[in-house]
C-alpha cells in the first residue's frame, strides 16, 4: 500500500501526476499516519458495512476504509487527481471513485444504487468551507447512516457538539443534536496536514437518532424557530422569537410561560427538550 502520510510520496505523487493543491477546494491532505485509521475505526461499525465519503484528495483515508469496510464509494469533484486516485487506490477493488459534486446528489437514491440494502456510514476529512451545508444536506436527506464520523476545524467540531443551552451552542448546534447525538472523538493538529492550514481541526462522530424525536412538521418549525432565535441569541428569546417569526411579543410570552420559564429568557439557554417544549407551544398559539 502506497504510504500516503510520507510528506515525500505526497509531493513525489503530485510532481509525478503535475497535480498543483488548491486552496479554492480547500485541499489540505493528511500526513500524520495515526488519524485515518482512527477515523476508520471509530466510524465503521463492522466489515460488512458500505462507506461513503466525500472527497478522497489522494486517497489516504480512502484507503484506510477500504481496508475496514466491504465497499467504499467516494465522491470527488477535483478531476484532477484521477490519475493520482488510479495509482494510490490501484489494489483495493471495493473502492470506486464517484466524480461529481455532492451538493448535486441524491442521497438516498445515491445510497441505494451504490450499496443496495447495506448499512451505510459516512466518513470525510471535509473541506471546512463545505462543513456545514454537507451535514445538514446528509441529516437534511431522509438518508439512513449509521453513523456520520468527519473531521472539520476545531471551531467547528466545539460547536457542533456543545450542549445546547450553553453559550458555545449556536443553531447548526440545535440543527444536528435535533437529529441526533454528537461526540468529539479526538483533536488533530495542524501539523498533521500538507499543506499545513492555520488552524486546528478534530474529528467528530453524530449518531442519527433510531426514531426521530418528532415528528417533520414540527422538526420543521423547530429549526425555524431555532434559526430565528440564534439571529438575536444575546437578546431575550422574546425579542427574537417574536421578530423572526413574526409573532406578537405577548404570544412568545404566554408561550415561554406554559413551559416554566421567564419572559427575560435568552434563546441560548434552552435545552433541546425545551426547544422541542417551546416550538409545540408556539404552533398551539
Not at 231 to 251: C, D, I, M, P
Request: with cysteine; charged share 25%; net charge negative.
Amino acid at each position: 500500500m502506497i504510504n500516503l502520510t510520507d510528506m515525500q510520496v505526497v509531493r513525489g505523487l503530485a510532481k509525478k501526476h503535475d497535480f498543483s493543491f488548491s486552496k479554492g477546494l480547500g485541499q489540505n491532505f493528511l500526513i500524520d499516519e495515526t488519524v485515518c485509521p482512527a477515523i476508520a475505526e471509530y466510524g465503521i461499525p463492522s466489515k460488512e458495512c458500505g462507506v461513503l465519503e466525500v472527497g478522497a484528495g489522494f486517497g489516504v483515508l480512502t484507503q484506510q476504509l477500504a481496508l475496514h469496510a466491504d465497499k467504499v464509494v467516494a465522491v470527488e469533484l477535483d478531476r484532477r487527481l484521477a490519475p493520482v486516485l488510479d495509482e494510490t487506490l490501484a489494489e483495493f477493488d471495493n473502492a470506486e471513485i464517484v466524480w461529481q459534486d455532492i451538493t448535486k446528489v441524491d442521497i438516498p437514491s445515491f445510497l441505494k444504487e451504490q450499496f443496495g440494502e447495506r448499512e451505510v456510514a459516512f466518513c470525510a476529512n471535509l473541506p471546512y468551507y463545505i462543513t456545514s451545508p454537507i451535514l445538514m444536506q446528509l441529516l437534511e436527506s431522509g438518508a439512513k447512516f449509521t453513523s456520520i464520523t468527519v473531521m472539520v476545524q476545531k471551531e467547528a467540531a466545539d460547536r457542533l457538539c456543545a450542549t445546547l443551552g450553553s453559550r458555545a451552542a449556536g443553531a447548526v448546534t440545535a440543527a444536528v443534536q435535533l437529529r441526533g447525538t454528537a461526540e468529539l472523538l479526538f483533536e488533530v493538529p495542524r501539523t498533521s496536514f500538507y499543506p499545513a492550514p492555520n488552524v486546528d481541526s478534530a474529528v467528530i462522530r453524530i449518531t442519527p437518532y433510531d426514531e426521530p424525536i418528532c415528528d417533520e412538521e414540527t422538526l420543521a418549525f423547530t429549526l425555524k424557530m431555532v434559526k430565528a432565535g440564534f439571529a438575536q441569541r444575546r437578546k431575550t428569546a422574546v425579542n427574537g422569537l417574536s421578530a423572526g417569526l413574526g409573532l406578537s411579543k405577548e404570544q412568545v410570552i404566554a408561550a415561554l410561560e406554559r413551559c416554566g420559564l421567564s419572559a427575560t429568557v435568552r434563546f441560548e439557554q434552552l435545552d433541546r427538550d425545551t426547544l422541542l417544549k417551546l416550538s409545540e407551544e408556539l404552533r398551539m398559539g
